[in-house]
């Protein structure tokens, strides 16, 4: 069926004189559309704001021509505008040439053939009492707030008990102290201090031992720095207010933001398969607090939540408003109702749990969220004052919260647990639990403490690795960032001296340059010998790339010709570098070749790593060491090994991986003979055989 535009104008007419089947209410569910937005009857609405509606069913590029949008303002009048249909060929999004006005209502008609829809629809929504420049300066008096609230500068680090670098850093960049290692997991960590005091800011990528990788330095402030599952960089920019993605050069090739009006929230973006974003904005609005809590402000600026899913257009294909669905009243008992600036809802992380469903995060409501992406409505409500759930085996529920996320290869979730009002001390933990959504009940699975325990009060982070490991940031607290495996064991611990939203670990390279090899084994030499290795370096850029800093943890390495060395565009050199006997033993180190840039513009880093190995005055096991007689056989060996002793006992040993990490230990032994089975990838691995008279061997074994 076509409408004719006289037949349209006199169905409008119909509706306005009162066919009340025709006024969308905001419960009202209609078959043939799946999600409007906004949501009919809603307030607040943004001045910028696009219309959105999605059918139930597919709809072709030719069928766009056959429905019609009608959008009228009581004070604007007649807001004609364009129509689209998104790559989902179900949903539209209808653009007015010009903006709404403050405080007006609009009515929208969607009138549609019904072959598409057997409900031509009509609704109404009202606009917010804040312009848009007006909006943009309370959204940025919130994030400074935020920051300035939690960061008045430089936290002093604890005790130092461990390895500080330096290796002549930038001025300004943090000090990074590792206080405890014990075989971490391979893989770089992401972390982005922040201290408005000192105007010190720095993205940094770490290796295990606290060398950075990567550094730039910016004016302004960072959050929320990681690897996308695209395998893109991205980090929010404070003053600007959006978020800007890094390919694997470092080049900035895109800038992400919220659109309707709304500013960006620096707490999440997450990068989806279909190359569709999720990411929060700010949502400022003037209310009347005195009728909402008693001695509540007449105009007091409360804070509201947008979640928005853009497509790969950057169109808005879903937006979700906490306007729509809490009250303010929904805060937590902490959240002072009575001040003239109000973060009700303060949402921090964003999880996709299914093609459905996504879960929200909301820190000063104590709650999660669970939320239909289809319709935008609420699904199940978790902690909080709405709290929908049976707690199975614990009482004392999350508090103040941040990053729910959805475990690898589980249904089970975690979540860092920043703790601000547990008893009868606050302190922070990760937190994994298990759902039953039958029977809403919530069991707590495992929960991973700092001993003693850290008390992040602000920001945080809790990452589930494949193997296991957990990666926690404990955001204002130091230590600063963690490592624990699935007993709750610590692994590694990092600290520096400012607050750091979120820290991440993640397997990356750059592609700026590459070497020919990942480690390089030296072998055996003589004391006061040396021995020289070479790699090539090739630069993958357009331009030119200067390799002019050499950094390692041993002082046995070093390089065999000066620095810098310029690698021409999309050229290779090779780079000579020199082991010296300076004493014997065996030794394990990275290299970490540097490219450092420092001008009035741009301090930055970009590095990349080679795994060192290499053993001086040892020989192999073949001559008679500390009187031992000992011997290992077989070696090359596939699978198990057998350690002899003609002469002392074997009180133990411990094998470590080619760059040092420990991999198996074996004590009380006390025997002159023993077989072990090396559960590990093939490789070069070194073994320290201990002696009943406390003498040692260190040697090198290959497994293969």
Known sequence: MKYSRLSVICLIITVIVGSSNWVFSQNQIYSDFEYISPQPLSKYISTQQNIVF?????ISQFDLKEVTVFVTGNISGGLPGKLKLTDDNKTFIFKTHRSFVSNETIEVTIVSPEYISNESIQFQFSIGNLEI?????????????????????????????????????????????????????PGYIFVAPYSNATGSLFNIILDNNGTPVYYKKSTSGTADFKVQPTGDITYYDIPSGRYYRMNSFYDIVDTIKVSNGFYSDMHELRMLE????????????????????PGGHPQAVVVGLVVQELDASKEVVFQWRSWDHFQITDASDYVNLNDSLIDYVHGNSIEIISD????????????????????????????????MFYMINFTDTFCMQHSIRLMPDSVNLSLFDNGNYHKPLPYSSA?????????????????????????GQFMGHAQRLQNGNTIIGWGWGVPSVGEFNSDGDKLLEISFPYANYRAFKFDWETSVFETDMEEINFGNIS?????????EISNNCNYPVEINRFLTNE??????????????????????????????????????????????????????????????????????????????????????????????????????????RQVAKRENIFSKKCTFLLDNPAGIYFIKVIFENGKSITTEMIKQ
């Open 133 to 185: 420049t007006k909006r943009k300066q309370i959204a940025m008096k919130v994030l400074n707030r935020r920051f300035s609230e939690v960061n008045p500068g430089a936290t002093p680090l604890s005790q130092k008990t461990g390895l500080v670098i330096q290796n002549d850093l930038p001025d300004g960049f943090p000090e990074i102290e590792v206080t405890f290692q014990n075989n971490p997991s």
């Open 356 to 387: 459905t469903n996504l879960l929200l995060s909301c820190r000063n409501m104590n709650e999660i969220t669970n939320i239909n992406r289809i319709t935008g409505e609420i699904i199940w409500r978790l902690g909080g004052k709405n709290n």
């Open 527 to 535: 004391l006061q010998d040396s021995a020289f290795q070479s790699i």
């Open 274 to 293: 279909n190359g569709h974003y999720l990411l929060m904005g700010i949502d400022p609005q003037l209310v009347n607090m005195d009728t909402v809590v």
């Open 431 to 455: 937190v994994e639990y298990q759902l039953n959504e039958n029977d809403m009940e919530i069991e707590m699975v495992s929960q991973i403490r700092n001993d003693p325990d850290i008390f």
């Open 54 to 58: 999605r059918f139930s069913k597919t």
């Open 555 to 660: 002082n046995v390495f070093f390089p065999a010709e000066s620095l810098p060395i310029t690698i021409p565009a999309n050229n290779t050199k090779t780079f000579q570098i020199k082991f010296i006997g300076e004493s014997t033993g065996t030794f394990n180190d990275i290299l970490t070749l540097c490219w450092d840039i420092e001008t009035e513009t741009l301090v930055q880093r970009i590095a990349r790593q080679v795994s060192l190995s290499g053993s001086v005055g040892n020989q192999g096991l073949s001559h008679n060491q500390s009187g031992s007689g000992l011997s290992l056989f077989p070696n090359p060996f596939s699978e198990a090994f057998t350690l002899h002793s003609s002469n002392l006992l074997i009180e133990g040993f411990t094998i470590y991986d080619k760059i040092g």
